[in-house]
């Protein structure tokens, strides 16, 4: 979790054991990794050794554990694995696999610091990869996890779970990570179950290797496995495992992250909201004003948007309206309580969405996008000269140059407004 350079591991080491949900026995050969390639799973057990890399785009799961996929190929439950590689600031390494799922040795995330001490870390000199915000990343999810992220120096996680069981209640814990605090307060916490739900996750497949040897399990009567290694093991266990997720990222936190019933898919979200807004943080346009004047037939008053930060091809664009005093409209819109119109700003969010759409075609300066429909608009909040809106859109679906985009407008991290859009592209 430090800065600094890039480190990978100094030779090969193995670990064997069984997955806590396949119940198939696996080794994990952990091996030297080159600058700049992350973290990559190899299946050995598959024809042709398929490779996973170990990144955001290639999460496929979240029920019970992440997992990550590429075509056929998956891995199941790699957030213990991933949680000690970044204890320990390894960036580079590859992890071969000759099964479905890492072993999930005694379930907690010692194991693995073990081997990695082991064999310890080689400094690869290149500069590590860095994520910092400049802003409040708040994540909420509808089944009631709540995350709120703001700029820190280095890593501190403050954690609150509730369960009904007795055994569990309400935790909270704040934990700052350093090599040695993750060593002593997270590494040692295991994952846990509860015995009533064991038929049910071994019908679907989970859980078939879970046994008291690697879960806390939890009956009616409290702990099955004797004593805990912690008073709050389950809340620790928990914090562990958002480390694991957030390693997804590839870089170093500053952050401190305040959670509420964290989940494996909760973990997933914040760290994609954390990626975007470390990318509006370094502020680079990737598309100027005057390139946006190339791409859309808008000009001054009409032209709303500021810039474009970022573009995944035919997936998504993130664009920047700088809301000032000067703008015409606020002259004879409220004068006094100036208010940006709400089809303005639904406008604007439709011309950030047009320049998605130009992205997709081969000579956009042929073309020119005409909108045909939204639906479910929802105005959240007003806004106000000195706002910058950060509007995110998502493509939904592409056929024959019409296009639903899935669109929302975000000032200081909080919904302003929001809209199903679709649009057609028409030649010139």
């Not at 290694?229 to 389950?234: A, G, I, M, T």
């Not at 106000?384 to 950060?390: E, K, L, S, T």
């Amino acid at each position: 979790m430090s800065h600094g350079s890039q480190r990978t591991i100094s030779k090969a080491v193995s670990v064997e054991g069984i997955g806590v949900h396949s119940g198939a026995p696996a080794r994990l050969t952990f091996l030297p990794g080159e600058v700049d390639t992350g973290v990559l799973f190899r299946r050995t057990d598959l024809e042709g050794s398929p490779e996973i890399p170990v990144d955001l785009d290639h999460v496929c799961g979240t029920e019970l554990g992440t997992s990550l996929g590429e075509g056929e190929a998956k891995v199941m439950t790699v957030e213990h694995v991933m949680a000690a590689l970044a204890a320990r600031g390894i960036d580079n390494v590859v992890l071969e696999l000759s099964g479905p799922e890492p072993p999930i040795l005694d379930g907690s995330f010692q194991g693995y610091l073990r081997v990695l001490d082991e064999v310890g870390t080689t400094d690869q000199g290149a500069p590590r990869h860095h994520l910092k915000i400049t802003e409040t990343v708040t994540v909420r999810l509808p089944s009631g996890e709540f995350y709120v992220a703001a700029p820190g120096d280095g890593l501190r996680v403050s954690a609150t779970i509730e369960f009904e069981h007795g055994a569990i209640g309400r935790q909270f814990g704040t934990f700052f990570f350093g090599e040695e605090s993750f060593n002593r307060e997270i590494a040692p916490a295991r994952t846990f179950g509860f015995k009533a739900d064991a038929d049910a996750l071994h019908a679907r497949g989970l859980a078939r290797g879970a046994s008291l040897e690697n879960t806390v399990v939890l009956d009616e009567g409290g702990v099955m496995n004797g004593e805990l290694r912690f008073p709050d093991e389950f809340l620790r266990h928990k914090v562990g495992d958002m480390v694991g997720d957030l390693a997804l990222l590839g870089a170093s936190l500053d952050l401190h992250i305040v959670a509420e019933r964290p989940s494996h898919r909760g973990n997933v979200e914040l760290a994609k909201a954390l990626k975007r807004a470390a990318g509006r943080a370094n502020g680079e346009a990737i598309v100027n004003a005057e390139q946006i004047m190339q791409y859309l037939p808008h000009r001054f008053p009409m032209l709303l948007v500021d810039r474009i930060v970022e573009v995944e091809s035919g997936k998504r664009i993130v664009g920047i309206k700088n809301v000032t005093i000067n703008e015409p409209f606020f002259q004879g819109h409220f004068p006094g309580h100036p208010i940006m119109p709400g089809v303005l700003i639904i406008e604007a969010m439709g011309q950030v969405g047009g320049l998605l759409l130009m992205d997709a075609v081969e000579k956009p300066e042929d073309y020119v996008v005409y909108f045909m429909a939204l639906d479910n608009v929802k105005w959240r909040r007003p806004v106000v000269p000195g706002d910058q809106i950060v509007f995110e859109l998502e493509m939904v679906q592409f056929r024959r140059h019409v296009c639903k985009m899935k669109g929302r407008g975000t000032v200081d991290g909080q919904v302003v407004a929001e809209a199903d859009l679709m649009a057609r592209i028409v030649e010139r």
